[in-house]
């Protein structure tokens, strides 16, 4: 577990806000991002809020 949300260098699919998050809080990157792809099916800014992180996070050093 991180004390700082950032995405990783190595094992992200996309962008790595997924597993950013998993290492930040600890849980398995495959379940966040299993629960935001079916977040998608909701409506809401999901996709809004992936980009908005996407560009706000840092990548780890």
Do not use: H
Not at 37 to 47: A, D
Not at 52 to 59: D, F, G, R, T
């Amino acid at each position: 577990m991180s004390d700082v949300l950032a995405r990783p260098r190595e094992g992200k699919m996309i962008a790595g806000v997924c597993a950013g998050i998993a290492n930040r809080f600890g849980w398995n990157a495959n379940t966040v991002r299993l629960v935001f792809v079916l977040s998608c099916l909701l409506p809401g800014p999901q996709f809004l809020a992936y980009i908005a992180l996407w560009i706000l996070m840092p990548k780890e050093r």
